[in-house]
């Protein structure tokens, strides 16, 4: 059974930090490229960040500089660094798994950006 559990969501500050979790199971991680999308309301689900299999990372111009994808093989799991937050960051974030036209998604964590 294919799982992909996102954490670490919650409510920050301006300025704030916070570093999301997407945890996998029941297929073969190392072998996905996997991706950060963010929807808030009223509006379209948006790429945030990607990574590949082997590690090349790609981000949306709106994050650049501020966020930070990386991948642990050994655990199967992914991250996102998310530093210098705007409110316009508030969203929920979900953790997106593909292989050529396979994928997968997970529930989704809300990260509010508010003081």
């Known amino acids: 059974q294919v799982q992909l559990v996102e954490s670490g969501g919650g409510l920050v500050q301006p300025g704030g930090s916070l570093r999301l979790s997407c945890a996998a199971s029941g297929f073969s991680f190392s072998t996905y490229a996997m991706s950060w999308y963010r929807q808030a309301p009223g509006k379209e689900r948006e790429l945030v960040a990607a990574?590949?299999?082997?590690?090349?990372?790609n981000y949306a111009d709106s994050v650049k500089g501020r966020f930070t994808m990386s991948r642990d093989n050994a655990k199967n799991t992914v991250y996102l660094q998310m530093n210098s937050l705007k409110t316009e960051d508030t969203a929920e974030y979900y953790c997106?798994?593909?292989?050529?036209?396979?994928?997968?998604w997970g529930q989704g964590t809300q990260v509010t950006v508010s003081s």
């Open positions: 990574i590949t299999s082997a590690g090349s990372t």
């Open positions: 997106k798994a593909q292989k050529f036209w396979r994928d997968y």
